[in-house]
């Protein structure tokens, strides 16, 4: 994949419920030039969802047919569905200049095949405080059967065996704690040396930078 190094990949994962979705809302409200990539799925839209927004929502035939054209920079099976990351949607932001970054809700299987082509990305995996707590968020957020949130938790463990593929781990049990540690991420990643050494190296020509 075409890299640059001013433009931030930044992939939250998470065992589902410990609050990826709500922590990307707040660094979407935060940093107005980090686009979400909308990813492909073939699961149900829940009742709150917006197709185009949340997800594309589509069914397997579709999705398959998206595969074998070569359509995702990553795809997996999680808990019984199919998603998937266009790679059309991550070329329409790099070339909007307005965008600085994306960042990729997905889980363990996607961002282990992103960090494979693009090895500046980064990384961020969400733990709950507690297995307890993780249960308790899984139901609290009503729109899922019981079936569900029970799959859901028994996969759980085996996606925080996967922590060491990130960069960063967070713990979200005060969700404005763990927010500004999200943020600080954020704002540490794109101070790094290579991501603002065009600035410097522009300076030294004595041009202005943008
Ligand atoms: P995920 O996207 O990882 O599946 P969500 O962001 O949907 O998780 O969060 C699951 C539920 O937990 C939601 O109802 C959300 O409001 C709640 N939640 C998220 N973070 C916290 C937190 N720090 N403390 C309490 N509840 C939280
Ligand atoms: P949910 O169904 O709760 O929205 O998401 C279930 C899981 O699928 C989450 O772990 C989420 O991060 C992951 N996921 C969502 N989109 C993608 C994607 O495009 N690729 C991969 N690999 N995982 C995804």
């Given amino acids: 994949m075409d890299t640059s190094p001013d433009f931030l990949l930044l992939i939250l994962s998470s065992p589902s419920g410990a609050g990826k979705t709500t922590l990307t809302r707040m660094l979407q409200e935060k940093f107005d030039d980090l686009r979400f ?7 149900r839209p829940r009742a709150t969802e917006v197709d185009g927004k949340d997800y594309h929502f589509v069914d397997r035939d579709t999705f398959e047919s998206l595969v074998e054209s070569g359509a995702f920079v990553e795809w997996a099976e999680v808990h019984g569905n199919l998603y998937g990351t266009s790679a059309a949607e991550i070329k329409k932001a790099r070339e909007n200049r307005a965008c600085g970054g994306m960042i990729f809700d997905i889980d363990y299987q996607g961002a282990r095949q992103i960090r494979a082509k693009v090895p500046d ?3 961020v995996f969400i733990l709950p405080p507690s297995m307890r707590e993780l249960e308790r968020r899984l139901r609290g957020r009503a729109s899922d059967s019981e079936e569900v949130v029970q799959r859901r938790f028994l996969a ?7 922590y060491a593929l990130f960069d960063y781990v967070l713990v979200n049990d005060d969700l404005q704690r763990a927010f500004e540690t999200l943020q600080g991420i954020v704002f540490a990643e794109r101070a790094r040396r290579f ?3 065009p600035i410097a190296e522009a300076l030294l020509r004595g041009e202005k930078h943008r």
């Fill in 37 to 43: 990539s909308v990813s492909h799925t073939t699961r």
């Fill in 121 to 123: 990305v980064v990384s």
């Fill in 156 to 162: 759980a463990v085996r996606e925080i065996e996967h």
């Fill in 195 to 197: 991501r603002r050494a």
